[in-house]
Protein backbone atom coordinates (compact mmCIF):
# COMPACT_ATOMS: atom_id res chain seq x y z
CA UNK A 1 0.00 0.00 0.00
CA UNK A 2 2.54 2.53 -1.47
CA UNK A 3 -0.59 5.35 -1.73
CA UNK A 4 -2.42 4.51 1.81
CA UNK A 5 -4.57 7.33 1.65
CA UNK A 6 -3.08 9.43 -0.77
CA UNK A 7 -5.19 11.38 -2.66
CA UNK A 8 -4.92 11.69 -6.54
CA UNK A 9 -6.79 13.63 -9.45
CA UNK A 10 -6.64 12.12 -12.80
CA UNK A 11 -7.61 13.54 -16.10
CA UNK A 12 -8.93 11.38 -18.76
CA UNK A 13 -9.33 8.67 -16.52
CA UNK A 14 -12.57 7.26 -17.85
CA UNK A 15 -10.79 4.40 -20.17
CA UNK A 16 -7.02 3.43 -21.07
CA UNK A 17 -4.44 4.89 -19.52
CA UNK A 18 -5.98 7.02 -17.32
CA UNK A 19 -8.33 4.37 -16.06
CA UNK A 20 -5.40 1.66 -15.67
CA UNK A 21 -3.51 4.45 -13.58
CA UNK A 22 -7.01 4.72 -11.36
CA UNK A 23 -6.46 1.39 -10.62
CA UNK A 24 -3.17 0.87 -9.98
CA UNK A 25 -3.67 3.86 -7.70
CA UNK A 26 -6.36 2.16 -5.64
CA UNK A 27 -4.55 -1.03 -5.23
CA UNK A 28 -1.84 1.16 -3.83
CA UNK A 29 -4.32 2.75 -1.39
CA UNK A 30 -5.10 5.86 -2.95
CA UNK A 31 -8.28 7.20 -3.35
CA UNK A 32 -9.09 8.80 -6.70
CA UNK A 33 -10.95 11.68 -8.22
CA UNK A 34 -11.82 10.18 -11.61
CA UNK A 35 -11.92 13.45 -14.09
CA UNK A 36 -13.12 12.92 -18.00
CA UNK A 37 -16.10 13.85 -20.43
CA UNK A 38 -17.52 10.73 -20.43
CA UNK A 39 -20.79 10.93 -18.19
CA UNK A 40 -22.72 8.56 -20.17
CA UNK A 41 -21.48 6.00 -22.34
CA UNK A 42 -22.76 6.34 -26.06
CA UNK A 43 -19.95 5.91 -28.15
CA UNK A 44 -19.13 2.20 -29.02
CA UNK A 45 -15.51 2.53 -29.76
CA UNK A 46 -15.41 4.68 -26.43
CA UNK A 47 -16.66 2.33 -24.09
CA UNK A 48 -16.08 3.53 -20.50
CA UNK A 49 -17.27 6.36 -18.31
CA UNK A 50 -16.20 8.26 -15.01
CA UNK A 51 -19.04 6.23 -13.10
CA UNK A 52 -17.56 2.93 -14.35
CA UNK A 53 -14.55 3.94 -13.01
CA UNK A 54 -15.74 4.87 -9.68
CA UNK A 55 -16.89 1.69 -9.03
CA UNK A 56 -14.05 -0.11 -9.89
CA UNK A 57 -12.03 2.28 -7.59
CA UNK A 58 -14.69 1.52 -4.60
CA UNK A 59 -14.94 -2.17 -5.43
CA UNK A 60 -10.84 -2.14 -4.85
CA UNK A 61 -11.80 -0.76 -0.90
CA UNK A 62 -10.92 3.11 -1.71
CA UNK A 63 -12.93 5.99 -2.01
CA UNK A 64 -13.42 7.42 -5.50
CA UNK A 65 -14.63 10.79 -6.64
CA UNK A 66 -16.79 10.79 -10.28
CA UNK A 67 -15.79 14.49 -12.13
CA UNK A 68 -17.05 15.06 -15.17
CA UNK A 69 -14.43 17.62 -16.71
CA UNK A 70 -14.07 18.95 -20.01
CA UNK A 71 -10.60 20.61 -19.56
CA UNK A 72 -10.66 22.73 -21.78
CA UNK A 73 -12.92 24.81 -19.78
CA UNK A 74 -10.36 26.85 -17.43
CA UNK A 75 -13.20 27.91 -14.71
CA UNK A 76 -14.30 24.05 -14.78
CA UNK A 77 -11.16 22.87 -13.96
CA UNK A 78 -10.54 25.20 -11.08
CA UNK A 79 -14.08 24.70 -9.99
CA UNK A 80 -13.19 20.53 -9.89
CA UNK A 81 -9.54 20.70 -7.95
CA UNK A 82 -11.37 23.03 -5.52
CA UNK A 83 -14.50 20.38 -5.48
CA UNK A 84 -12.26 17.62 -4.96
CA UNK A 85 -10.53 19.13 -2.00
CA UNK A 86 -13.74 20.00 -0.49
CA UNK A 87 -14.70 15.86 -0.89
CA UNK A 88 -11.26 14.36 0.24
CA UNK A 89 -9.60 17.51 2.32
CA UNK A 90 -6.45 17.99 -0.09
CA UNK A 91 -5.02 16.51 -2.93
CA UNK A 92 -1.18 14.74 -3.13
CA UNK A 93 -1.31 14.53 -6.73
CA UNK A 94 -1.89 15.58 -10.33
CA UNK A 95 -2.10 13.23 -13.70
CA UNK A 96 -2.05 15.49 -16.37
CA UNK A 97 -3.18 12.25 -18.53
CA UNK A 98 -6.04 13.75 -20.85
CA UNK A 99 -5.01 13.83 -24.33
CA UNK A 100 -5.90 14.96 -27.86
CA UNK A 101 -3.92 13.18 -30.71
CA UNK A 102 -3.19 14.52 -34.36
CA UNK A 103 -0.80 13.79 -36.79
CA UNK A 104 0.02 15.23 -39.90
CA UNK A 105 2.34 17.63 -41.40
CA UNK A 106 2.28 21.61 -40.44
CA UNK A 107 0.61 22.48 -43.94
CA UNK A 108 -1.99 19.78 -43.51
CA UNK A 109 -3.00 20.70 -39.67
CA UNK A 110 -6.07 23.39 -39.17
CA UNK A 111 -5.64 25.92 -37.15
CA UNK A 112 -8.87 24.62 -35.80
CA UNK A 113 -7.07 21.16 -34.94
CA UNK A 114 -3.94 22.75 -33.73
CA UNK A 115 -5.90 24.93 -31.59
CA UNK A 116 -7.84 21.71 -30.21
CA UNK A 117 -4.54 19.95 -28.82
CA UNK A 118 -2.66 22.86 -27.82
CA UNK A 119 -6.09 23.32 -25.20
CA UNK A 120 -6.83 19.42 -24.52
CA UNK A 121 -2.43 19.07 -23.82
CA UNK A 122 -0.50 22.34 -22.76
CA UNK A 123 -3.83 24.15 -21.84
CA UNK A 124 -5.03 22.12 -19.88
CA UNK A 125 -2.13 20.45 -17.68
CA UNK A 126 -1.08 24.27 -17.31
CA UNK A 127 -4.64 25.18 -15.57
CA UNK A 128 -4.78 22.06 -13.39
CA UNK A 129 -1.29 22.33 -12.03
CA UNK A 130 -2.08 26.15 -11.45
CA UNK A 131 -5.07 25.06 -9.81
CA UNK A 132 -3.70 22.75 -7.70
CA UNK A 133 0.18 24.56 -6.87
CA UNK A 134 -1.28 26.88 -4.07
CA UNK A 135 -2.56 23.98 -2.11
CA UNK A 136 0.16 21.84 -2.39
CA UNK A 137 2.59 24.41 -1.27
CA UNK A 138 0.45 25.49 1.19
CA UNK A 139 0.31 21.98 2.74
CA UNK A 140 4.39 21.18 1.63
CA UNK A 141 3.51 17.75 -0.59
CA UNK A 142 2.57 17.16 -4.04
CA UNK A 143 3.23 15.12 -7.23
CA UNK A 144 2.35 16.45 -11.06
CA UNK A 145 2.62 13.92 -13.47
CA UNK A 146 2.31 15.00 -17.07
CA UNK A 147 2.19 12.42 -20.04
CA UNK A 148 4.73 13.51 -22.33
CA UNK A 149 7.98 13.27 -23.76
CA UNK A 150 11.22 14.45 -22.98
CA UNK A 151 11.71 17.20 -25.55
CA UNK A 152 13.40 16.59 -28.45
CA UNK A 153 13.66 18.42 -31.86
CA UNK A 154 14.84 15.97 -34.15
CA UNK A 155 11.10 13.94 -33.61
CA UNK A 156 8.48 16.47 -34.69
CA UNK A 157 8.04 16.14 -38.28
CA UNK A 158 4.98 14.84 -39.46
CA UNK A 159 3.64 15.76 -36.21
CA UNK A 160 4.30 19.13 -35.64
CA UNK A 161 1.60 20.92 -33.86
CA UNK A 162 0.70 17.74 -31.18
CA UNK A 163 4.87 17.71 -30.55
CA UNK A 164 4.38 21.32 -29.79
CA UNK A 165 1.47 20.34 -27.33
CA UNK A 166 3.09 17.55 -25.50
CA UNK A 167 6.85 19.41 -25.54
CA UNK A 168 5.27 22.37 -23.87
CA UNK A 169 3.52 19.56 -20.68
CA UNK A 170 7.36 18.57 -20.35
CA UNK A 171 8.67 22.11 -20.12
CA UNK A 172 5.88 23.08 -17.42
CA UNK A 173 6.66 19.77 -15.63
CA UNK A 174 10.86 21.21 -15.73
CA UNK A 175 9.54 24.84 -14.61
CA UNK A 176 7.42 23.27 -11.57
CA UNK A 177 9.85 21.07 -10.41
CA UNK A 178 12.76 23.62 -9.88
CA UNK A 179 10.03 26.02 -8.94
CA UNK A 180 8.62 24.74 -5.96
CA UNK A 181 11.64 21.90 -5.29
CA UNK A 182 11.87 23.86 -1.47
CA UNK A 183 7.82 23.04 -0.54
CA UNK A 184 8.36 19.40 -1.08
CA UNK A 185 6.30 19.98 -4.16
CA UNK A 186 7.66 18.02 -7.52
CA UNK A 187 6.84 17.14 -11.13
CA UNK A 188 7.71 15.10 -13.96
CA UNK A 189 6.76 14.12 -17.48
CA UNK A 190 6.03 10.09 -18.19
CA UNK A 191 6.44 8.76 -21.97
CA UNK A 192 6.10 5.17 -23.12
CA UNK A 193 9.47 3.66 -24.30
CA UNK A 194 7.23 1.65 -26.81
CA UNK A 195 3.68 2.00 -28.21
CA UNK A 196 0.95 1.28 -25.57
CA UNK A 197 -2.43 0.01 -26.32
CA UNK A 198 -5.43 1.89 -25.67
CA UNK A 199 -8.26 3.54 -27.66
CA UNK A 200 -6.23 5.55 -29.59
CA UNK A 201 -3.91 3.09 -30.79
CA UNK A 202 -6.84 0.97 -31.60
CA UNK A 203 -9.38 3.01 -33.18
CA UNK A 204 -6.83 4.71 -35.40
CA UNK A 205 -4.78 1.55 -36.53
CA UNK A 206 -1.32 2.94 -34.84
CA UNK A 207 0.06 -0.56 -35.35
CA UNK A 208 -0.96 -3.66 -33.92
CA UNK A 209 -0.93 -5.68 -30.90
CA UNK A 210 2.62 -7.03 -31.20
CA UNK A 211 4.08 -3.83 -31.14
CA UNK A 212 1.91 -2.74 -28.16
CA UNK A 213 2.22 -2.95 -24.45
CA UNK A 214 -0.34 -2.86 -21.94
CA UNK A 215 -1.54 0.16 -20.19
CA UNK A 216 -0.06 -1.85 -17.17
CA UNK A 217 3.54 -0.14 -18.10
CA UNK A 218 2.72 3.54 -17.49
CA UNK A 219 0.30 2.33 -14.63
CA UNK A 220 3.14 1.10 -12.53
CA UNK A 221 5.41 3.73 -13.60
CA UNK A 222 3.22 6.46 -12.45
CA UNK A 223 2.48 4.84 -8.89
CA UNK A 224 6.41 5.01 -8.54
CA UNK A 225 6.46 8.41 -9.36
CA UNK A 226 4.13 9.07 -6.74
CA UNK A 227 5.38 6.48 -3.77
CA UNK A 228 8.15 8.82 -3.14
CA UNK A 229 8.43 11.84 -1.05
CA UNK A 230 8.67 14.23 -3.51
CA UNK A 231 11.80 15.92 -2.82
CA UNK A 232 13.67 12.42 -2.92
CA UNK A 233 13.40 12.44 -6.80
CA UNK A 234 14.05 15.46 -8.63
CA UNK A 235 11.99 15.87 -11.27
CA UNK A 236 12.39 14.86 -14.66
CA UNK A 237 11.06 13.59 -17.84
CA UNK A 238 10.94 9.62 -17.69
CA UNK A 239 10.59 6.62 -19.82
CA UNK A 240 8.46 4.15 -18.14
CA UNK A 241 10.77 1.55 -18.91
CA UNK A 242 14.34 3.18 -17.76
CA UNK A 243 11.84 4.48 -14.64
CA UNK A 244 10.86 0.88 -13.75
CA UNK A 245 14.40 -0.02 -14.40
CA UNK A 246 15.48 2.54 -12.06
CA UNK A 247 12.96 0.84 -9.32
CA UNK A 248 15.11 -2.86 -9.81
CA UNK A 249 12.35 -4.01 -12.50
CA UNK A 250 14.25 -5.94 -15.35
CA UNK A 251 11.21 -8.55 -16.89
CA UNK A 252 8.70 -6.78 -19.12
CA UNK A 253 7.25 -9.75 -20.85
CA UNK A 254 4.25 -9.03 -18.38
CA UNK A 255 3.59 -6.20 -20.34
CA UNK A 256 3.24 -7.67 -23.38
CA UNK A 257 0.12 -7.85 -25.48
CA UNK A 258 1.28 -10.46 -27.59
CA UNK A 259 3.10 -13.41 -25.63
CA UNK A 260 6.74 -13.80 -26.49
CA UNK A 261 6.91 -10.46 -28.56
CA UNK A 262 9.01 -8.05 -27.42
CA UNK A 263 7.76 -4.46 -28.94
CA UNK A 264 10.44 -2.30 -30.23
CA UNK A 265 10.95 1.36 -29.08
CA UNK A 266 10.83 4.65 -30.63
CA UNK A 267 11.36 5.69 -32.95
CA UNK A 268 10.11 2.99 -35.48
CA UNK A 269 8.71 3.04 -38.87
CA UNK A 270 5.80 0.58 -38.42
CA UNK A 271 2.89 3.20 -37.38
CA UNK A 272 1.61 4.79 -39.95
CA UNK A 273 1.19 8.59 -40.06
CA UNK A 274 -2.47 9.29 -39.53
CA UNK A 275 -4.39 12.67 -40.08
CA UNK A 276 -6.98 11.87 -36.88
CA UNK A 277 -7.92 13.22 -33.53
CA UNK A 278 -8.78 11.22 -30.83
CA UNK A 279 -9.65 12.18 -27.17
Partial sequence: MRLKDRVVFITGASRGIGRSVAL??????????IAAKTEVADNPRLPGTIHDVAKEVEALGRQALP???????????????????????????????????FWADVADTPIKRFDLIMGINVRASYVLAHAVLPHMIERKYGHIVMMSPAVDADAVAGHGAYSVSKFGMTMIAQAIAEECEEHNVTAHSLWPATAVESYATMNFGLGGPEIWRKADIIADSTVALLAKEPRERKGRAWLDED?????????????????????????????????HTVR
Fill in 67 to 101: VKLDVRDADACDEAIKRTIDHFGKIDALVNNAGAL
Fill in 24 to 33: ACAKEGAHVA
Fill in 243 to 275: LLRAEGVTDFSKYQCVPGQEPPHFPFKSIPRVT
